[in-house]
């Protein structure tokens, strides 16, 4: 059995009446559920016309809680199926019914999405990298330029064709095609405290942690979404706006540059033809909703520190520090662990379940690696508590997929001298580079993780803060913390002594004669 579900809301009734038809014509849904957040009595005596409808009036409480009465509905039922559908999109008779085939072959697929286009032919690139489980959440605010564009198009996955069945951590929500029993078996529904945007890719990311989730392009849908592109701008831009006021930042760069960018779309109506600094916006609009929305102001406020002030290298070094901050608070948060800010000078970013501290990092060159975990060693140790270290490296220059594993090693080998020979408080550094299509880790990234042998005993178990680390990173407990036996702090020649951390030498002698791969 196939139930589906549509929620309106002051939906104009040709785009209702083209929704409708389509789903007539595939002659396979038993049940559609039609929750109108907006009803009218032209919409009530229209929707009597087809007797597979079941209407229902509701408050608009949001989208995901209006499409989760229609999921209820359909386990109550006993469906097998279930579509969730944008009002926007149309497609053919044959759609469906090969949707259903396909997923009773393959029992290990949990959700599928057709290949979307425009009405003019071009392809959406709606598969995505999935950083976080809201996560993702994660898209860097950048003048457009070529570097930009090329990390785009890897998140998008353009470089992939799109030509064959893919299974990426993430996947559009405008046509949401999912086994019931798999919702019903892990109780998994929208969530209800996002009111609309976002609330697809996190029910995606929990159902990509539980079974495939499949990109097939052997059918395809339309969707109008420039019928809803204005719309879709207007709660985000809200939340910015009030942020940059609320924080009072001021400057050409960062948020407030992706602000007046996001104005000069507006006003030229160029949202469409500016999909990607679009959904970069909104992203990033949720995730400081997320925060506030939990009554995390303190988070913003100590990430806002660094936009202001932050010293990097790199063009938009200050915001993309402000996102990975809040992104990796974020992914503890939605696991209900307890962060807290720790505001002391030269200190860790945050305290986790008030056992150990994290220190976020996210930089560009390679000699970057070695200086920032050598930083964190310090913080850690100002603090006298157990910490970790989280290290982005998806702006890392020269890393890529296909050299992934080796650049691993070598970034082993830097941290490792970094840790150095002295006791500290530093238990481990994680790396994290976000462009895994093969389901490694359960967040859909690269992750590897170097233990420090030379520890402080505090009391608190190395085994605990990896438990804790690799559910809020990986979404699972695959994270683990590997001996530092690749590389020896003194194995490069008589000029290396015990605690030696020169940068110069070190750039001079491990960077420029060692490193082979990046």
């Not at 785009?15 to 009803?39: A, G, H, K, P």
């Not at 290990?108 to 489980?133: A, F, H, M, R, S």
């Not at 392009?217 to 942020?243: D, G, R």
């Amino acid at each position: 059995m196939l139930t589906a579900s549509v929620v309106l809301y002051k939906t104009p009734i040709q785009q209702i009446r083209t929704i409708l038809n389509c789903v007539v014509l595939s002659n396979c849904v038993e049940r559609l559920y039609v929750i109108d957040n907006f009803s009218s009595e032209e919409n009530q005596i229209f929707f009597k016309e087809y007797p597979f409808v079941e209407y229902i009036e509701h408050e608009n409480t949001g989208y995901g809680s209006s499409h989760n009465i229609a999921l209820h509905k359909a386990i109550e039922i006993g469906s097998d199926y279930h579509v969730v559908l944008n009002p926007d999109i149309e497609f053919d008779e044959k759609v469906l019914g090969l949707l259903v085939k396909y997923m009773e072959s393959n029992r290990d697929v949990v959700y599928i999405l057709p290949k979307v286009t425009y009405p003019n032919g071009e392809l959406q690139y709606l598969c995505k990298l999935l950083p976080t489980p809201s996560d993702l959440i994660l898209r860097r605010f950048l003048p457009k330029n070529r570097w930009t564009k090329k990390l785009d198009d890897k998140y998008s996955l353009v470089h992939s064709g799109y030509s064959k069945i893919m299974n990426p951590p993430c996947l559009s929500g405008c046509f949401m095609f999912m086994r019931v029993s798999t919702l019903k078996e892990n109780d998994m529904f929208f969530d209800e405290r996002y009111f609309m945007y976002l609330e697809d890719f996190d029910l995606m990311r929990r159902l990509h942690r539980v079974g495939k989730t499949i990109f097939y392009p052997e059918v395809s849908i339309i969707e109008w979404h420039n019928l809803l592109a204005q719309e879709k701008i207007k709660l985000p831009k809200t939340i910015i706006n009030k942020f940059i006021s609320d924080y009072n930042l001021t400057g050409d760069g960062g948020i407030i540059a992706e602000n007046s960018k996001i104005n000069t779309f507006i006003s030229n109506n160029e949202l469409i033809e500016n999909q990607r600094a679009v959904e970069r916006y909104i992203e990033t609009a949720y995730m400081i909703w997320f925060l506030e929305k939990h009554s995390r102001t303190d988070i913003l406020e100590k990430a806002k520190s660094n936009f202001t002030n932050g010293n990097d290298d790199g063009i938009g070094s200050q915001f993309r520090n402000f996102e990975y901050e809040c992104h990796v608070a974020i992914r503890f948060l939605e696991e209900d662990y307890t962060v807290n800010v720790i505001n002391t000078d030269n200190s860790p970013e945050f305290e986790i379940n008030n056992l150990f501290t994290i220190e976020c990092k996210r930089p560009t060159k390679i000699e970057g690696i070695f200086k920032n975990v050598l930083k964190a060693k310090k913080q850690i140790n100002n603090y006298e508590k157990p910490g970790i270290v989280i290290i982005n490296i998806d702006d890392l220059n020269g890393i890529d997929l296909n050299t992934i594993e080796n650049n691993f090693k070598q970034l082993r080998k830097i941290s490792n001298y970094a840790f150095g020979k002295s006791k500290s408080y530093l238990y481990a550094v994680i790396f994290e580079y976000v462009d895994n299509l093969n389901g490694t880790s359960g967040a859909g990234s690269y992750t590897d993780a170097l233990k420090n042998n030379m520890l402080i005993r505090s009391g608190i178990s190395l085994g605990e803060i990896k438990n804790i680390s690799s559910k809020a990173i990986n979404g699972d407990d695959s994270l683990k913390f590997n001996k530092p036996r690749l590389f020896s702090c003194c194995n490069y020649g008589n000029e290396w002594t015990k605690d030696k951390t020169d940068i110069d030498l070190f750039n001079e002698k491990i960077i420029k004669r060692h490193w082979h791969v990046i």
